[in-house]
């Protein structure tokens, strides 16, 4: 039972870690807990149970905070894997919300030409694209929002 | 008065604690025997701010590492590497120079009554 505590806890400090990293800081951190509930359920005289784990990962900061102490340590197809996910997410919005200025724009001119309407999402898409792209070189830090 | 103080004690401490892990890793030890031997020494340690600085310290190549997985539950082992041994010297030079000059700007305090009321 305590374990869900455990994983929800250290599955926040890793989420945008590399997959080498996140691997390595679930297993040490979760040993860690252990290790430490352990120590203090010994020393309350009292077995393991959630409010020990409760009280060690409140002793440990909350997740944001350790995450944010760890130096970043991303492998090329990490950071391959952030750009496809980004761009996927990207690419989703832009469909959505495409679809209803459509919508909205067919119901208020009845007649409008699917083929130019796909023609300038088209380039609009491609020009936001772009304009992510640069934003991303000159301010990388807000893509990890 | 009581917060610009415990913020001065933390950055103070999590200074000195890159130091004191250094210090204690002539041996193989794992995070939670660190946390132990720090604590037994006097220096309390936020328990997370222990890994990511392990983590630094490897990606520096100050310390090596690895997992044992014999145990009840696997373990990550540190140890510090040659090159550690070399920054050590330098940092505890560094320490030692800095605690001199304290110590003589301490001896240039003019209100020794608030001085040793602070002690």
Redesign the interface.
Known sequence: MHNDLINKYVKKVTKNMGSK?RE??T??????I???ADALAEEKNVPVDDNIIRE?IL???TAD??AA???E?KANSDNIKDGLRYLAKFTLYFIVVASVIGIVLQLVFQNISINVFLLVCGVVYLVSLVLQVIRAKLFPRLLDR | MKQVFEKFEIEMRRGVMQLAVICLLDNEK???EIIKNLNESGLKV????L???L??LE?DELLTSR?ETGGP????YYVITDLGIEIRMSWLNTFKTLIDTVKQLESNIQDKGALNNAQ
């Open positions: 990293q390595e800081v297993r040490e951190l979760n040993a860690h252990l290790d430490s060690i002793r440990m900061g905070e350790l102490m760890y130096p340590e | 794992y995070g939670y936020e328990e997370g701010t890994y990511p600085l983590r630094r990606g997992w539950r696997p373990r990550k």
